[in-house]
């Protein structure tokens, strides 16, 4: 098994930064992969950015690149998102996931995880 911790969502006015943490704890070792979604009101989950926990390969959604960036502390079992240039569309609650099916690539969907997070609440203001 494999739990996974979020912290650092708050209030933040449109233009502002944030920057997301994820803790992972009990078998880290078998995780491929890390992504975190978001879910907005009345929408579905949706990709926000992955990471392949062994390349360091990335991806990130169209709507964040060049504001959202994933990394990871492979030491110290974390999952960060450093979320600039923030609009009131990214308002959500923020999910860190983990997969621990191989992949030589980057999981974009949320069927190719195993593990949430909780969630935390993100809400851009204009």
Request: proline share 2%; hydrophobic share 30%; aromatic share 12%.
């Amino acid at each position: 098994q494999v739990q996974l911790v979020e912290s650092g969502g708050g209030l933040v006015q449109a233009g502002g930064s944030l920057r997301l943490s994820c803790a992972a704890s009990g078998r880290t070792g078998s995780m491929y992969h890390m992504g975190w979604f978001r879910q907005a009101p009345g929408k579905e989950r949706e990709f926000v950015a992955a990471i392949n926990w062994s390349s360091g390969s990335t991806g990130h959604a169209d709507s964040v690149k060049g504001r959202f960036t994933i990394s990871i502390d492979n030491a110290n079992n974390m999952e960060y998102l450093q979320m600039n240039s923030l609009k009131p569309e990214d308002t959500a609650i923020y999910y860190c996931a983990a997969s621990t099916r191989y992949y030589s690539g980057v999981y974009y969907l949320k069927d190719d995880y195993n593990y949430w997070g909780q969630g935390t609440q993100v809400t851009v203001s204009s």
